[in-house]
């Protein structure tokens, strides 16, 4: 009760507090000492500004400490706040460790909101760019990892067209690495 300026302070300035070179540990540091209200309102903040901060090279650290709690409704906020964006996402330094982190989340209750986003960026006219790009091959190579049954056949079959075109990169050859003996 007697911090609760502190965390008033760190909701309403969440994003400039996550984006500061030390700002972002102290965020976390405030995430560990924090009531369930106060951690609560905190995380929630984070999760809708978790566009904003996945992009950014300090604040994307504080979107991957909140993934990483353990808790899936926390999870669960920042995944679906990041829907619409994922392949754009992958593609960038900060962001494609972010994404990364969403689809190597364990437990079954976040396994439909991970299926979601196999197939945002299966899906996505960005696909052929995601395969050769420095970042998003890796998500590419996550979702392969991730991903099983129907969904990893889709997965499989959206990358198929490409294959001619992978084999020459070294981004491409991690990919066909991954597919090795399923085409």
């Known amino acids: 009760e007697d911090s609760q300026f502190i965390y008033d302070a760190a909701v309403a300035n969440c994003v400039e507090i996550a984006t500061h070179r030390h700002g972002c540990c102290v965020l976390q540091r405030c995430i560990d000492f924090a009531t369930p209200p106060q951690k609560a309102r905190l995380v929630d903040e984070i999760a809708r500004k978790s566009l904003v901060l996945s992009q950014d090279p300090f604040g994307n650290y504080v979107v991957q400490y909140v993934l990483e709690l353990g808790q899936a409704e926390h999870s669960a906020k920042v995944m679906t706040q990041l829907f619409g964006s994922y ?97």
Do not use: W
């Open 87 to 183: 392949p754009e996402l992958s593609m960038q330094k900060f962001s494609s460790n972010v994404v990364e982190k969403c689809l190597k989340l364990g437990g079954r209750e976040l396994s439909d909101i991970r299926e979601q986003i196999v197939r945002e960026v299966m899906q996505s006219p960005q696909l052929p760019r995601l395969l050769q790009d420095a970042y998003g091959n890796y998500v590419v190579q996550s979702s392969l990892q991730i991903s099983s049954g129907q969904l990893h056949s889709e997965l499989v079959e959206h990358i198929r067209p490409y294959l001619p075109a992978l084999r020459g990169t070294p981004h491409g050859k991690r990919i066909l690495a991954k597919l090795n003996g399923k085409i």
